[in-house]
């Protein structure tokens, strides 16, 4: 391959270097932040050389070359536009402040309310399964043991400002133990609790005089709010990190925690806890009111757009209502609704998978359906359905229809960060319903994907090629050169010992999507990386986390350790093999700190791609489950 003309390519396709932002690239990816992007041609980038996809996500163009291929053309990429490389984390921050200031609000509320799902995860399910145990056995609500248990449940409810003051003091750059103390400060004990107002008289309810005597507050906690946490600690984060700058070092420790807590908490309480509070009610009214519609007519609309909202990458705002309704004591009552909107567009994709004569195609999109009806949509839509539109929009109508039966029915779930199949552990109450709510979904997009559906001939390409007229030739007529060669089975075997799980359990589009060739993916239990044949080191990443095989009968291999991890730059891993060695099959080549890495808040699950998949007939796991290095789990011919 011509890495240099590639660079050229990709250079040129995007406008020149005059309309580049930053520029870096991970383990497969080149990712670039552009300044004007009507000046980039997408079809022009996907035909240079060596190019396998292109897409646009969160503001980056990010342009699919895979391992060994990536860094030799971003060397050349830089050198052609005078340009300095930069870090994936360099693109992300270049890509945000690009982005209007909607979307970086949105951001940011993903930024704050993803990493405490588990929490909430954690707490809605044991919640509902209490729920659920209490249905079939009444007299168990009366044992100690239930109440310990129910306890547990509400807790990450009960505390959920101080949780989510924790997280938004990290997404803004603030002291994650101050934000605490703000979170803490907001539900104080000395504090009347929110719930517990509803059954009082106003003057029941003790004031203070605030901004000297200006006005009185209320003082009430605000246990079941979510807006006015978050618009307290970006206060706090701001004034800290402006303190820091002017106070003098010497007496920096003792004066900046003081003066941030005690300007943070007073306005706090007595203007952002009010205000925003009011606002915040107003919202949490509004989404009621949509849902509650007549007719069902809220679900409708927001099954029907919701997929189209996560194409946009605006969904994560969605987080902040459905903790508000669940932080408000009540049902997340938008859920089902997403889960609608999700199953709706994997039975399209699943109806695609079972139509298509494309070999290429169905093993993608069968994947991708199935880790949809699992709650990860990002395969399906982004892979599959929206590449061919018509089975995108069948599944927003299925997702229409089936939040239709979710507004009428009122169903609810008892936590967010859950939808599609494992919803039924947060919807107790409602198992029939929501059953009924995935099933309508389902049914009305697979068969309005099964109709819209057209394939064109050039893409029913059964054996590989096609004759002048369009139709796939017969397995005699198909060129020995774009057969395989050898028809002799190749093996891989497992590179680390742990779990194998499908690709389409990864929770990475691009891997998921088998965009960049097909295999398997293990979840490491021990942080070591062997050779799973004998052959030789294509590439090790300067970041360490992914290395580029080469057996000895032609296979090309990318082992990569962990998702997203290319953002630790080095950091926990330790190489033992370079480019060009000659490795036999169980020798190490890599060790990896997998508590550090988690700890840093990265998947450790390692997807194990043949890059050249496109050369074989057949790319099959040998088994999932439980392995041990150097155990067969691929094979290919």
């Not at 980038?45 to 860094?71: C, D, S, W």
């Not at 779930?413 to 029939?432: D, E, M, N, R, S």
């Not at 294509?538 to 991890?565: C, P, Q, R, W, Y």
Request: glycine residues 10%; aromatic residues 8%.
């Amino acid at each position: 391959m011509d890495y240099r003309n590639a660079a050229k390519g990709v250079l040129e396709s995007i406008g020149g270097a005059s309309n580049i932002v930053s520029a870096a690239h991970c383990a497969t990816r080149l990712r670039l932040v552009i300044a004007d992007n009507s000046r980039c041609s997408k079809a022009a980038l996907e035909e240079v050389e060596g190019v396998k996809g292109v897409f646009e996500a969160a503001g980056q163009i990010q342009i699919i070359f895979g391992t060994g291929t990536v860094n030799k053309v971003f060397d050349e990429f830089v050198r052609m536009a005078g340009i300095q490389a930069g870090s994936k984390e360099d693109v992300k921050q270049a890509a945000a402040s690009k982005q209007n200031l909607f979307l970086r609000a949105i951001k940011t509320l993903g930024d704050i309310f993803v990493p405490i799902i588990p929490a909430i995860v954690a707490s809605g399910l044991l919640m509902g399964l209490l729920e659920g145990l209490c249905n079939l056995w009444p007299s168990m609500a009366e044992s100690g043991t239930y109440q310990i248990f129910h306890l547990f449940s509400n807790t990450a409810f009960t505390f959920l400002p101080v949780l989510i003051a924790v997280s938004a003091a990290k997404a803004f750059g603030g002291n994650l133990f101050l934000g605490a103390v703000i979170g803490m400060i907001m539900i104080h004990p000395d504090l009347i609790n929110a719930w517990s107002v509803a059954g009082m008289n106003a003057a029941e309810i003790p004031t203070a005089s605030a901004w000297f005597g200006l006005y009185d507050i209320n003082l009430v906690g605000y246990q079941g709010h979510v807006i006015p946490v978050i618009i307290a600690v970006w206060l706090m984060s701001f004034l800290e990190k402006k303190l820091h700058k002017i106070v003098p070092e010497i007496i920096d420790l003792f004066v900046t925690p003081l003066v941030t807590v005690m300007v943070t908490g007073y306005v706090t309480l007595t203007v952002i806890g009010p205000v925003f509070s009011t606002v915040e009610n107003w919202v949490l009214s509004g989404a009621r009111m949509l849902i509650g519609l007549p007719f069902g007519l809220g679900g409708l609309i927001i099954g029907g757009v919701y997929a189209i909202t996560v194409v946009a990458g605006v969904h994560h705002m969605y987080n902040a209502i459905e903790a508000g309704l669940l932080s408000a004591g009540g049902l997340n009552i938008w859920m089902p609704i997403a889960t609608a909107a999700n199953v709706g567009q994997g039975a399209a994709a699943l109806a695609l998978a079972l139509k298509t004569k494309n070999k290429k195609t169905k093993s993608m999109a069968l994947p991708a359906s199935l880790s949809a009806f699992l709650g990860i949509t990002e395969p399906a839509i982004f892979g599959v359905n929206i590449r061919y539109m018509r089975p995108f929009v069948a599944g927003c109508i299925g997702g229409a229809c089936g939040g239709l039966i979710a507004g009428l029915f009122g169903v609810g779930a008892t936590a967010y960060g859950i939808t599609g199949v494992f919803g039924f552990l947060i919807t107790t109450q409602f198992i029939g319903t929501y059953a009924l709510v995935m099933a309508v979904s389902a049914a009305v997009a697979f068969a309005l994907s099964w109709i819209m559906y057209k394939e064109a001939p050039a893409e029913q390409n059964v054996s590989g090629s096609l004759d002048e007229t369009g139709v796939a030739a017969p397995e005699s007529d198909v060129p020995a050169e774009v057969k395989q060669t050898s028809a002799a089975r190749k093996i891989v075997c497992a590179p680390a010992s742990g779990e194998i799980i499908p690709l389409s359990e990864v929770n990475d589009a691009t891997f998921a999507g088998e965009i960049l060739g097909k295999g398997v993916a293990v979840v490491p239990s021990e942080g070591r990386i062997t050779a799973p044949f004998d052959g030789t080191v294509g590439a090790v990443f300067e970041t360490k986390h992914a290395i580029g095989l080469m057996s000895e009968d032609g296979l090309e291999l990318l082992i990569h350790v962990g998702i997203n991890t290319v953002e630790l730059n080095g950091q926990h891993y330790t190489a033992y093999v370079s480019a060009g060695d000659t490795v036999k099959k169980g020798q190490l080549m890599l060790e990896f700190d997998i508590p550090a890495i988690q700890k840093a808040g990265y998947d450790i699950t390692t997807p194990v791609i043949v890059s050249n998949s496109d050369d074989f007939e057949h790319v099959e796991p040998v088994k999932t489950g439980t392995v041990h290095a150097g155990e067969e789990v691929l094979q290919i011919w």
